[in-house]
């Protein structure tokens, strides 16, 4: 029966190589790996099955994910991160789509626990501020939540820095010259909408500028809502000189709103985003922004999920990366 050392040898690659092609336990590159299968498949190797690895070493090398439901690509563009992370890691990735449905995602979470996933992900707004059953069931899995509201469990935490996002949003239209300034903000019961929103008042506040509730206008994420929330200002009597919204596709949305009423962006009104979604760049005017650390996000859940198993008795921890403001054309200077 062929070992790893003959495969090794025909393959011209050291033994450890093969070790990682055949389990996937690091990144080889394609060519390498395809010697390295080429010969497996020539001495007719045959690979232990991952059931039987994942009971030898009491884990299945694989993460579960569970995602909120919802058009924006943000979410997208972070799993790509976590999926990357867990492939260069050796591991597997299960993700679930909550529908936006709280019932599905407590049968999601505990669909993923009793598959024994070695750590799991949560990235829902769903439950946000309401206790999840079973977790107590399964005290040895580590968890990390993106993004969340106050959870009741222990748990490490990936987030962006949203209070210094909304702040650094609106100095920026500020530092362009504009004095009047509105807000579509996010979905208040959610603390990213709240920390955003917040940032852009102590903005205003710590410039001597007042604001003006008929331009601010609570909306959902989604394009419709920014569509809605700038029609809301416009129908007020009149429009402020910029607008930031809490996320690119309510800006989006405001975006074509403004076109509807014939308000020229940013020559009428300036409009600044946040994310910096990947279609940020293609839209006319392509939007100034907030970038939030998308990939890195999903790269730093998998890194902390690793070091909990790595150490299970360390604490908890929230990590927290920096948002940059980007510069393109939807921002006039005054």
């Known amino acids: 029966m062929a070992t790893m050392k003959d495969i090794a040898k025909r393959a011209g690659v050291s033994t450890s190589t093969v070790s990682h092609v055949i389990n996937n336990t690091r990144y ?12 497996a498949k020539e001495l007719n190797y045959y690979a232990p099955s991952a059931l039987a690895r994942s009971l030898k070493v009491n884990r299945t090398k694989t993460f579960g994910m569970l995602v909120t439901t919802s058009t924006n690509p943000f979410f997208g563009e972070v799993v790509k991160g976590v999926e990357r992370s867990c492939y260069h890691n050796g591991y597997s990735l299960i993700l679930c789509n909550t529908e936006g449905d709280a019932e599905r995602m407590r049968a999601s979470i505990d669909t993923l626990l009793q598959k024994r996933v070695d750590g799991l992900i949560l ?30 469990f222990a748990c490490d935490k990936i987030q962006d820095n949203s209070y210094q996002g909304g702040y650094l949003a609106t100095q920026h239209l500020i530092d362009c010259g504009h004095r009047q300034i509105g807000c579509i903000s996010g979905p208040l019961l959610k603390q ?50 910029a607008i930031f919204a809490g996320n690119d596709m309510m800006a989006m949305g405001a975006i074509n709103a403004a076109n509807a009423l014939g308000i020229r962006v940013p020559e009428d009104l300036s409009i600044m985003g946040y994310d910096d979604i990947h279609l940020a760049k293609f839209v006319s005017p392509s939007l100034t922004t ?30 927290q990366l920096e948002p940059t403001l980007v510069v393109r054309e939807s921002v006039k200077r005054v």
């Open 123 to 152: 990235m829902c707004s769903t439950l946000e501020g309401e206790r999840i059953e079973g977790f107590d069931r399964y005290p040895d899995i580590p968890v990390v939540v993106m993004d969340w509201g106050p959870i009741d």
């Open 290 to 319: 907030i970038h939030q650390p998308k990939y890195r996000l999903g790269q730093a859940a998998v890194e902390t999920l690793l070091h909990k198993l790595d150490d299970p008795q360390s604490d908890s921890q929230t990590v």
């Open 192 to 241: 990213q909408a709240q920390r955003r929103f917040q940032g852009f008042k102590d903005a205003l506040r710590d410039a001597g500028l007042t604001e003006n509730a008929d331009w601010m206008v609570e909306a959902d994420f989604e394009c419709e809502g920014g569509y809605q929330g700038l029609q809301a200002i416009a129908a007020s009597g009149s429009l402020p000189s």
């Open 28 to 39: 080889v590159s394609e060519a390498i790996a395809e010697k390295v299968n080429q010969a």
